[in-house]
């Protein structure tokens, strides 16, 4: 507003109030006290009234330009020390990427000088101390993170991570428990969680969280969920029959078994369950139909030491009489066949048995070790040593040990769970890659005490 735009309003303003003062010369008196009162004109009254309006207003506008002014000062800061800090954390990110940690920690606490609200920069300091292996300071960084951000996933699955590196296993169960009071169904969090019980061996625990996780498992991996689960099924039925829990452990396996009737482990330990509860003949039968199944070993040997337990051994006999007549190619069903006939002094018989197979071509270690303790019993030392030796150049393998399929740790007795590398029905026979079909075979029936030629 120019000056003589100015005048011209004070000009029409006075005008204004001389020609209202001329119309009301009339005095009003003001009490604004007990007793104290002011006489003054209407015309003055009503000016002095506007220009006070306009007074309050002016003071009213003055403040909030000022306090919008200040907010404006205050966020221009804020954003500046934000940048700051985002800077220096970039910064120190980029040192601990480079290897430079004490420059990336100088960074980063500067940054946290600056604002020490920044969760991401204290979970950099965190991950810092880490790498460092000071576990102590990251674990209490990320708990300083969590105080800052108790419902941060991201800050609960590193605290997780973090007392696991320190060895505070019930802790880092704490911590994903916490994950999944936020968000129950949170596959990660599960995941983790049930791997921890399956550490501790709390098959149980493991075992309801899975079938959480295979609700929600997407069709990608719900195959290897649905294993998962089966395992973890055969693990809390193992500690049920570890804790003489036999009718826990059978209705546990039968009801695994209908579901998955590919899953040989749980056929393997459906019959030592059933022996617990004294149900031999029902474990037999159980072992019987998973060898026509799987043709694994293992219930070979279930069935063998079963029958040689009950001192009934011509159940099984009459079984490796029928299989081997039905199935002439099947080499590791006639070497345990073979290797049970030694086991009751059947020597001629065994002897008939193994020479069929050695005859068919086959070469592999367990044969000729069950040759060469054949000749042993029938005092040939020289041919006995012989075949010892063949075996043992084969592999230096003399026993029929079983063997993880995944790694390739030996055992003496079949696992259901490697105790190594803890792979799932990944047992074997060793060395029975060895073992290969063979050219039908004819096999006549062997009568106890027959003399082989």
């Keep these: 507003m120019t000056l003589m735009a100015f005048l011209l309003l004070v000009i029409l303003f006075l005008a204004m109030f001389i020609f209202f003062f001329n119309l009301n010369p009339e ?3 003001i009490i604004f006290w007990p007793g104290q009162e002011v006489t003054t004109s209407l015309a003055v009254l009503v000016v002095g009234s506007m220009l006070l309006g306009l007074l309050i207003g002016y003071l009213f506008h003055l403040y909030g330009a000022i ?3 200040l907010k404006d000062w205050r966020r221009s800061r804020r954003e500046k020390k934000a940048r700051s800090v985002s800077s220096l954390y970039q910064q120190g990110n980029e040192r601990i990427l480079s290897g430079d940690f004490k ?3 100088r960074l980063l606490q500067k940054a946290l000088d600056l604002d020490a609200s920044r969760v991401e920069v204290v979970l950099a300091l965190a991950k810092l101390y880490r790498l460092e292996g000071a576990a102590t300071e990251s674990i209490s960084c990320l708990q300083r993170a969590q105080k800052l951000a108790p419902d941060n996933l991201e800050v609960l699955f590193r605290l997780g991570e973090g007392y696991l590196a320190g060895g505070q296993t019930e802790e880092a169960l704490n911590a994903y428990r916490g994950i999944l009071a936020l968000e129950g169904d949170n596959a ?3 995941r983790r969680l049930r791997d921890l ?7 149980g625990e493991a075992l309801d969280l899975q079938r959480r996780i295979v609700k929600k498992a997407p069709e990608a991996v719900l195959a290897t969920e649905s294993d998962t689960l089966a395992a973890l099924r055969l693990e809390k039925a193992r500690q049920a029959l570890a804790d003489s829990r036999f009718d826990s452990a059978a209705a546990e396996l039968k009801s695994l078994v209908k579901e998955r009737p590919d899953y040989a482990p749980a056929q393997v330990l459906l019959g030592d369950a059933l022996c617990g509860l004294q149900n031999h003949e029902e474990a037999a039968t159980v072992w019987q139909q998973g060898y026509d199944q799987f043709g694994q070993g293992v219930f070979l040997s279930r069935l063998e030491e079963l029958a040689l337990a009950a001192e009934d051994p011509s159940g099984l006999l009459a079984f490796y009489r029928a299989a081997a007549q039905a199935r002439p190619e099947d080499l590791l069903l006639r070497l345990f066949y073979g290797k049970f006939c030694l086991r009751l002094e059947m020597v001629d018989e065994a002897l008939e048995l193994l020479s069929e197979i050695e005859k068919s071509g086959a070469d592999f270690p367990q044969l000729h070790h069950l040759l060469a303790e054949v000749h042993a019993r029938r005092d040939r030392p020289e041919m006995a040593i012989r075949e ?12 029929f040990a079983f063997a993880c399929e995944r790694c390739g740790v030996e055992t003496a007795d079949w696992q259901g769970r ?3 590398c803890g792979a799932w029905d990944a047992c074997r026979l060793a060395g029975r890659e060895f073992i290969k079909p063979a050219p039908a075979l004819s096999l006549r029936e062997i009568h106890h005490g027959e003399i082989g030629v």
Aim: glycine share 6%.
């Design 103 to 105: 420059k990336a920690r």
């Design 388 to 399: 010892f030796r063949q075996a043992v150049a084969a592999n230096g393998r003399l026993a």
């Design 418 to 420: 490697c105790p190594a």
């Design 27 to 29: 005095q009003v008196a």
């Design 67 to 69: 306090a919008h002014l």
């Design 197 to 203: 019980h399956m550490r501790g061996e709390r098959w």
């Design 188 to 190: 990660e969090a599960l």
